[in-house]
T-cell receptor
Framework: QQQVKQSPQSLIVQKGGISIINCAYE??????FPWYQQFPGKGPALLIAIRPDVSEKKEGRFTISFNKSAKQFSLHIMDSQPGDSATYFC??????????????FGTGTLLAVQP | DAGVIQSPRHEVTEMGQEVTLRCKPISGHNSLFWYRQTMMRGLELLIYFNNNVPIDDSGMPEDRFSAKMPNASFSTLKIQPSEPRDSAVYFCASSRLRGAGGETQYFGPGTRLLVL
């Protein structure tokens, strides 16, 4: 019940196309859903995050779609660019008494955007 | 802001040797996390601290691994004795406490460990 399932494992998209990565969770107590982006040789960095009180959040070319009833959320990258080539991790967390921020990470998606 | 600082960046050691990884969190952050990343197992949380106190060490693989946080600005992850299967990239991350609006974890650059 603590798992976050992520798919696909890898994704190849043409420049200008839309990249879509999906995640599913079981624990309905999760209340924070971030996406992290990791470039080779670097640590993951927060890209965008959403809370379950909204169904969509958009920041530039990046959009999170959230379906609370289905317990699924997805990352959409519009107009994908070669510079977006990276590994993307979804994650989820819940407040343990409001004092902690333990993230449960998905297994990651390696995105390659071809020029 | 210097971000999360980890040292060393690369470590090559022989099986059986002690390895100590170091982390300096972002000033003002109260939570510190140690992760391990491998191709096979992805990103795994090993242990995390709140206000220098270990909260959850359920991810620590076995007794060969230990972590300490003697003060708010320093933490260590020690492997003794090291084994080839410990080869991985180890990340340290820090954040504010969630109640203080601190959901975002900031990751360091990682320590790439190779045990021969």
């Amino acid at each position: 019940q603590q798992q976050v399932k992520q798919s696909p494992q890898s994704l190849i998209v043409q420049k200008g196309g839309i990249s879509i990565i999906n995640c599913a969770y079981e624990n309905t107590a999760f209340d924070y859903f971030p996406w992290y982006q990791q470039f080779p040789g670097k640590g993951p960095a927060l890209l965008i995050a959403i809370r379950p009180d909204v169904s969509e959040k958009k920041e530039g070319r990046f959009t999170i779609s959230f379906n609370k009833s289905a317990k699924q959320f997805s990352l959409h990258i519009m107009d994908s660019q070669p510079g977006d080539s990276a590994t993307y991790f979804c994650a989820a967390s819940r407040g343990y008494g409001g004092a902690t921020n333990k993230l449960i990470f998905g297994t990651g998606t390696l995105l390659a955007v071809q020029p | 802001d210097a971000g999360v600082i980890q040292s060393p960046r690369h470590e090559v050691t022989e099986m059986g040797q002690e390895v100590t990884l170091r982390c300096k969190p972002i000033s003002g952050h109260n939570s510190l996390f140690w992760y391990r990343q491998t191709m096979m197992r992805g990103l795994e949380l090993l242990i995390y601290f709140n206000n220098n106190v270990p909260i959850d060490d359920s991810g620590m693989p076995e007794d060969r691994f230990s972590a300490k946080m003697p003060n708010a600005s320093f933490s260590t992850l020690k492997i003794q004795p090291s084994e080839p299967r410990d080869s991985a990239v180890y990340f340290c991350a820090s954040s504010r406490l969630r109640g203080a609006g601190g959901e975002t974890q900031y990751f360091g650059p990682g320590t790439r460990l190779l045990v021969l």
